[in-house]
């Protein structure tokens, strides 16, 4: 059974930033890609940033480049998200996933929520105006 433990959000000021965190087990992990999404009150949820099996190459929603970097370690079980100058508007629950093939390089599905076979419970972000 995979499971995905998200954690670090919390509350922070326009502007601040936050550091996430993904734990994943149950597979082996650096086999995997992964990504983030997010979702807001009344919204579906949405891309942010996704990194290949090997962390050679990541990929981000255009609103979110240069703001955010995903990273992960493999030894560790981890993907992280490093969010900068955070907005109001950016205030949602941020998920983890993981995609459902290994080995997987291609970007074409990359924000497409139906590619990744698991997920994270989510963690709040609160950015404050």
């Known amino acids: 059974q995979v499971q995905l433990v998200e954690s670090g959000g919390g509350l922070v000021q326009c502007g601040g930033s936050l550091r996430l965190s993904c734990a994943a087990s149950g597979r082996t992990f650096s086999r995997y890609a992964m990504a983030w999404f997010r979702q807001a ?4 949820r949405e891309f942010a940033a996704f990194i290949t099996w090997s962390g050679g190459n990541t990929y981000y929603a255009d609103s979110v480049k240069g703001q955010f970097t995903i990273s992960r370690d493999n030894a ?6 490093q969010m900068n100058s955070l907005k109001h508007e950016e205030q949602a629950i941020y998920y983890c996933a993981a995609d459902d093939m290994p080995y997987r390089d ?5 924000k497409v929520p139906a590619r990744y076979e698991y997920w994270g419970q989510g ?7």
């Open 106 to 110: 291609d970007l074409a599905t990359t």
């Open 76 to 81: 560790k079980n981890t993907v992280n998200l």
């Open 41 to 44: 009150p009344g919204k579906e």
């Open 123 to 129: 963690t709040q972000v609160t950015v404050s105006s």
